[in-house]
């Protein structure tokens, strides 16, 4: 290997709120070589770019830039340092022209404006890509957007380009385009880290690769051919433990939810063949949090669009999310911020929940006592009072409030997203054992969770979602983590 | 109306044109920041008094001038502190200034000149000349001149790009290490110094003395010459020409007309015309993105 342009050690970010973000992590790039950084969401990647790219400082750790070693106040002494980043939504002006994006990205670096031409002829050499100068971009579709990003970096002279999970928002085309830079400027010698959780690519494109959990580093500049697809899905997702036992020949009833032909629209478009949900099952639906998710439980609950094709719970087709909840639809979305009026009662928020369901009822203050003492006695809700502000209660005690809100009502089919999330060990097996029990007194589950982990124990089928489609489904003994991680990332 | 009158309605305009031009201009600068100060009418206000106090104790119009200035620069500081800094809601500052700078400015009046109603005049105008024997103050040219001198800042500087890139996308600026609140800051500044200027315009140059609650609504007539202008600081120039037209045709009928009740209704044109121009002008696509947002890095 040449000698390294850029050398961070032993980095480890601490945020304000006390989550360690990344724990000690080495990383060196060369230059002409791609280094793919593989992980997990959460694991660390882009935060540790960010650190590289000067936009946040490290908790303690060391980067050193051609044998030397700085300090990063800002983006600008980033910037300076020959260091570009290409973010997953590229950070330019919307209302502002290409030409004008390009010239504060000048002002940033120190390079005079009327160098511009000369110096983006050369880019646009480098990386076969070309930017409408006097658009503005706003106009311009995502691949365009982040070619301008890319073309901006190594005009301005960056040595070294960080590219944040580049392939997200392209096409099968424009990602083409984008390889075929990336071979451009590995030829100018130009240092790639290259950011993904998506195995293909890290194979195609990759010269080594470090893989990073949870805030550490598992590998260390290995190389991706040696290792394969399932060498690397192992080391990015980890030893799973096995699933505890579950009961076997579960008697399955009559489907509480189908989706057939589903196409629908949000961040990204979502195409779902065919999914069933039966009596008396938790489906699991695995996946890297944007792949669908979002979409996929829009359009059941009936907030989002539905395009084509159609929604079926409880034998109803397409329902509102009005109709979702009083035919026996239960809903627990990722964000329990979505669900609760954080500077309402207790009660207050258990009537507005229940009003989904049941309609209008005269609000007696004696009828909301009655339900809350029934749901924080039930479901181990500590509130103090029922009028204490949600706000009041901690994080487990507003999830529990949420799923008792809406295991109360006995739902027949219950959609829960990221259901744990940030909860302790505790609460986070007590929240499971009520899902999985719901289940088992008949109802349906379609659990949506990014937590491996959650899936796998609670789950009796599990569907992964990649890029908007179900890439597979899996019992939970067929549901290795080299599979898991092999579907998530789009492998075969 | 004839020619004649019809021109001397033009003149007339002028002056009451300059300080809408003055503040909308300035407040066009503050919101491409993504920065809305809706405290300008108290700005007006308070500079007002403070420049006639200048001006009649510290040294004639100079004097006034440079405080009307610095108090608008001061109060524009002020609302960068509270909007930008302590990322406090623009609209509330702004209607408290606007309420303190009523009730301040009057009490003020009768702490120091004795009665609640006005101030002594002061003795000495700014320089002027005459057109159709009415007064034109040079700072109705200045006012053009800092229209221009506002849009080339914000099309032809790399100041002004970083203002338009905060007020549109702080994420994106941020990213290349543009300091939103820095930015932010000077363009608050910026706009508060030309309310300041207004407002000294308005009782030392155009009235020459203070009288209670002279701004009469004008900093609420600059946010609707903005709204009008697109953003853009000619724009703001063209709708204060507009507006100073309503103003002076009010006045103009009013004297005309010679019945007092009348006059009451021809004052109200300029306010109309706001209402009706500001309906007309559906550009809340040009507003800049972040218009009113704290900016906080994740």
């Keep these: ?492 | 109306m004839n020619v004649h009158d019809l021109a001397l309605v033009g003149v007339l305009s002028l002056s009451s044109m300059t300080p809408i031009a003055l503040t909308a201009v300035g407040e066009v600068i503050a919101e491409r920041s993504g920065v809305v100060n809706i405290g300008l009418e108290g700005i007006l206000l308070i500079s007002a008094w403070t420049s006639v106090y200048a001006g009649l104790y510290w040294g004639g119009w100079p004097a006034g001038y440079l405080m009307g200035l610095l108090t608008g620069l001061l109060l524009g500081l002020l609302h960068a502190a509270i909007a930008v800094y302590a990322r406090g809601d623009q609209i509330i500052a702004g209607i408290g200034l606007n309420i303190a700078a009523a009730g301040g400015t009057t009490l003020a009046t009768r702490a120091v000149w004795g009665n609640y109603a006005q101030s002594p005049r002061v003795p000495q105008a700014p320089p002027s000349i005459t057109i159709m024997g009415q007064r034109v103050s040079i700072m109705v040219f200045a006012a053009v001149v800092i229209a221009f001198l506002a849009w080339w800042l914000l099309e032809k500087t790399r100041t002004g790009l970083r203002i338009k890139a905060v007020g549109d996308d702080p994420r994106a600026a941020d990213a290349l290490g543009i300091s939103v609140e820095k930015t932010r800051l000077l363009a608050t500044v910026l706009g508060g110094s030309l309310a300041g200027l207004a407002g000294a315009y308005m009782s030392i140059d155009y009235l020459g003395s203070f009288v209670k609650l002279m701004s009469a609504g004008r900093g609420f007539i600059a946010l609707a010459a903005v709204a009008f202008s697109g953003w853009d600081p000619l724009g703001a120039l063209l709708g204060s020409i507009i507006f100073g037209f309503g103003d002076a045709l009010g006045r103009y009928y009013s004297i005309t007309s010679g019945a007092t009740a009348n006059a009451y209704l021809y004052y109200t044109i300029p306010y109309i015309l706001t209402l009706l121009a500001v309906a007309a002008t559906a550009w809340r696509a040009k507003m800049p993105r972040a218009l009113g947002q704290p900016y906080k890095r994740e």
């Design chain 1, 1 to 492: 290997m040449p000698e390294p342009i850029v050398e961070l050690r032993g980095i480890v970010k601490v945020y304000p709120d006390g989550v360690k973000a990344l724990d000690g992590v080495d990383l060196r790039l060369y230059p002409g070589l791609v280094h793919a950084i593989l992980g997990e969401n959460g694991a660390g990647k882009t935060t540790l770019m960010r650190i590289l790219y000067g936009e946040i400082r490290p908790t303690r750790g060391e980067i050193i830039i051609r044998g030397r070693r700085v300090r990063l106040r800002s983006t600008v002494d980033g910037i300076r340092n020959g260091i570009a980043m290409v973010y997953q939504h590229p950070r330019l002006v919307p209302t502002l022209t290409v030409r004008e994006n390009i010239l504060l990205y000048f002002h940033s670096a120190g390079i005079d404006p009327g160098e511009l031409e000369e110096r983006l002829r050369r880019a646009q050499e480098i990386t076969g890509f070309s930017a409408p100068l006097d658009e503005r971009v706003e106009d311009l579709p995502v691949g365009v957007r982040q070619r301008v990003d890319i073309l901006r970096g190594i005009a301005a002279g960056a040595r070294v380009l960080i590219l944040d999970e580049p392939t997200t928002n392209l096409s099968p085309i424009e990602v083409e385009g984008l390889m075929n830079a990336i071979k451009g400027m590995k030829r100018e010698g130009i240092a790639i880290a290259y950011i993904t959780h998506r195995l293909p690519e890290v194979m195609e494109i990759a010269d080594t690769v470090t893989v990073l959990r949870k805030g550490r580093v598992v590998a260390s500049e290995v190389d991706p051919r040696s290792l394969g697809e399932e060498g690397l899905a192992r080391l990015m997702v980890g030893e799973v433990p096995p699933p505890p036992p579950k009961e076997r020949g579960k008697r399955l009833g009559e489907p509480v939810l189908r989706i057939h032909g589903l196409r629908a629209r949000g961040k990204i478009e979502v195409y779902i063949d065919e999914l069933v949900v039966r009596e008396g099952e938790v489906l699991g639906v695995a996946g890297v949090e944007g792949n669908g998710q979002d979409e996929l439980v829009a359009a059941i609950v009936g907030y989002g669009e539905r395009l084509e094709g159609w929604v079926e719970v409880l034998g109803r087709r397409n329902p509102s999310p009005r109709e979702f909840y009083k035919i026996g639809g239960a809903y627990i979305p990722g964000d329990r911020r979505k669900a609760l009026a954080l500077f309402f009662s207790v009660a207050e928020n258990l009537a507005f929940l229940r009003y989904a369901h049941e309609g209008p009822a005269l609000l007696t203050p004696g009828r909301l006592v009655a339900l809350y003492r029934e749901v924080a006695e039930e479901y181990n809700v500590v509130a103090g009072s029922p009028w204490a502000p949600v706000r009041s209660l901690s994080g487990g005690n507003q999830q529990k409030l949420l799923v008792g809100s809406q295991l109360h009502m006995k739902p027949r089919l219950l959609v829960a997203v990221n259901p744990t999330r940030g909860l302790d060990v505790a609460t986070t097996r007590y929240v499971r054992g009520l899902i999985a029990g719901l289940a088992s007194r008949g109802a349906g589950v379609l659990l949506v969770s990014t937590d491996l982990d959650e899936i796998l124990e609670v789950s009796d089928r599990i569907a992964v979602i990649s890029r908007g489609r179900i890439a597979g489904v899996l019992s939970p003994e067929e549901a290795t983590p080299e599979k898991l991680g092999l579907l998530m990332g789009g492998g075969r």
